[in-house]
């Protein structure tokens, strides 16, 4: 029969493959092929089955159970309160010892609702949860529209539609998330859509093992609205998503514990403020995080209520609250329109959490690969702070085409060097500085940076420089090629640099000069690089003199 897909329903396609997927089988399994083809059906028991269960990694063997949720009541009106009735179900499967609860196509408005465990919320193409508009239905929950608290082997799934009506709710009173889940393990969101959330639209903090696969998620109607947060979580997968948000896209936080053991991939997204994020929260850290495959654009919404119509930030990696930041790997994303495709920062926010500030964090072994950005903006920012330095940042096979132009009067400061190092300010290019003084890459206070095969282009004309480093030691650049404008200053700009190899790198046309040396640097080495069409290839500034050069082997003017 599941081979005959073009006779069958839609309805009966997707209720063969949620049997399959969820082991449902027996009488359960049947009941579920009856509702398939609309016969009315009571719920009950299915039959004991081994094996994995996708729902619940971690068990199996356990009864199967289906109920509808309008046999317990649902009108699926779009007016009618079904909060009653979808509780009721919900229990009813909880005290069977698990299974799922079904929404058949409808409108299903409903207040707060509490997720049991080992209960799966199935929604069919056509169905649509409403979240209550009356705040004072929220004072007493959790603060979601769906929650859940030391709860395992939870999945909400389907093609049907979760929607907050979050547009209602005013800035500085009550405002829900949709999904809130504390404590929770073994979770499974998938194929559904989420939209329209007061606030962020789905919260999960310190749970285990979280599956997010092939959901649609929107939400841009309110102030912050995240997509995804993730506070202390670990062992988490996100996938094959679309992620829409007026505030950050994908987020993770650590208030407590470590989010650790992260996979982000095949995922689209799009966020006024930034797309993919480490931070702001930051107390417990963050390890073991890859992002891979992934697009990132602005959402080009007419109305913002945060950041900026292009996009803060692509990928925004920072510890500003103490905590290690350590082995996170970045690869092969599609970048557009964003004012800093990429920024890391380790800062100083210094707020307690329940107690004295902690002490400055870490932030070290990054890298960042196979990434073309098309209409970026200000510029990228890598930066720590004095005495507090990054450590093992690397980045390579990176394409950035810039709109370049003169910044406006109002970040008219930090357009010059020196720039206010700013340790406490909020982490992300729009806020902490708005304009850099490079529209490349800004980068100080790192031991270990290596840059490899990095071409930069731009638009319109910019007078700022294309990179500048300040206080790295052991500096690599390989394979830099950069076209400037008429009025760039500088391709690179080094500023107390201590070791550095600078090689095969490429001085383009209207290259006025290549490098710029500041202050107390030492061991720079220059070696095959073609910088034959440079008006100028060294200026000495301060301190800075030849003898802290070694070259060999140069293409010179």
């Known amino acids: 029969m599941t081979g005959q897909s073009g006779g069958q329903s839609f309805l009966r ?36 089955i081994d094996g994995e269960n996708p729902t619940a990694p971690d068990q199996s063997g356990y009864h199967k159970n289906f109920v509808s949720v309008r046999h317990h009541g649902a009108k699926g009106d779009g007016r009618t309160l079904d909060t009653e009735a979808i ?35 199935y929604l069919e193409t056509g169905a649509t949860v409403l979240g209550s ?11 979601g529209l769906i929650n859940g608290r030391d709860l395992e082997d939870i999945a909400i799934i389907g093609r049907g539609t979760i929607d907050g009506q979050g547009e209602v709710f005013k800035q500085g009173g009550l405002r829900p998330v949709l999904f809130k889940f504390n404590k929770c393990a073994n979770i499974l969101i998938e194929g559904i859509t989420t939209r329209n959330s007061a606030s962020w639209n789905q919260n999960y903090s310190d749970c285990e093992n979280i599956v ?53 991939s095949n995922c689209l997204v799009s966020s006024n403020c930034n797309a993919i994020k480490c931070g702001t929260e930051s107390y417990g850290g963050f390890k073991n995080i890859t992002v891979t495959n992934c697009v990132i654009t602005p959402p080009r919404y007419e109305r913002i209520w945060h950041g900026s119509v292009e996009g803060n930030c692509g990928v925004c990696l920072t510890s500003v609250d103490g905590g290690v930041l ?86 008219d400061k930090y357009r010059k060097m020196p720039i206010p190092e700013n340790p406490a300010g909020y982490p992300d290019t729009f806020w902490l500085h708005g304009f850099v003084p490079s529209y490349g890459f800004f980068c100080r206070h790192i031991k270990g940076l290596s840059l490899s095969n990095i071409t930069l282009k731009k638009d319109l004309d910019d007078e700022r420089s294309a990179m500048i480093f300040q206080d790295i030691d052991n500096l690599r650049l ?64 301060d301190a800075a003199g030849p003898s802290m050069l070694a070259e060999v082997g140069n293409l010179m003017p």
């Open 13 to 48: 396609r997707d209720l063969l493959k949620l049997a399959g997927v969820i082991g449902v089988g027996g009488l359960a399994g049947s009941r579920l092929m009856a509702a398939a083809d609309g016969v009315e059906i009571p719920y009950g028991q299915g039959r004991q």
């Open 133 to 143: 508009t009356q705040a004072e239905r929220y004072k007493k929950g959790a603060g």
């Open 87 to 121: 509780d009721s179900a919900i229990k009813t499967i909880s005290k069977l010892g698990g299974g799922v609860v079904y929404f058949p196509p409808g409108r299903y408005l409903t207040a707060p609702l509490s997720m049991q465990s080992r209960v799966t919320l």
């Open 478 to 541: 390989d394979g830099l090629t950069v076209y400037p404008t008429a009025g760039t200053e500088t391709v690179l700009w080094l500023d107390n640099i201590r070791q550095a190899m600078i090689r095969g790198c490429t001085a383009m046309e209207k290259t006025k000069l290549f490098a710029r040396l500041v202050g107390e640097c030492k061991d720079i080495a220059l070696m095959s690089n073609d910088l034959r069409k440079a008006e100028q290839v060294w200026e000495f500034v």
């Open 326 to 411: 350590e082995n996170v790997a970045v690869s092969n994303l599609a970048i557009y329109g964003t004012r800093a495709p990429i920024f890391m920062r380790l800062g100083n926010r210094a707020r307690p959490l329940g107690g004295p500030p902690k002490e400055i964090g870490t932030f070290r072994k990054v890298t960042v690969n196979n990434v073309a950005v098309e209409s970026a903006g200000p510029g990228c920012e890598i930066t720590g702070l004095p005495g507090h330095m990054m450590e093992d940042i690397s980045l390579s096979n990176i394409h950035i085409r810039s709109l370049g132009g003169p910044p406006p009067d109002v970040f």
């Open 212 to 264: 997010i696969r092939g959901i649609n998620l929107e939400n841009i109607c309110n102030w912050n609205n995240d997509g995804l947060d993730l506070c202390g979580c670990v062992n988490v997968r996100i996938s094959d998503s679309r992620v829409w948000s007026g505030d950050d896209g994908i987020c993770l936080k650590s208030y407590g514990r470590p989010t650790e053991n992260v996979v982000v």
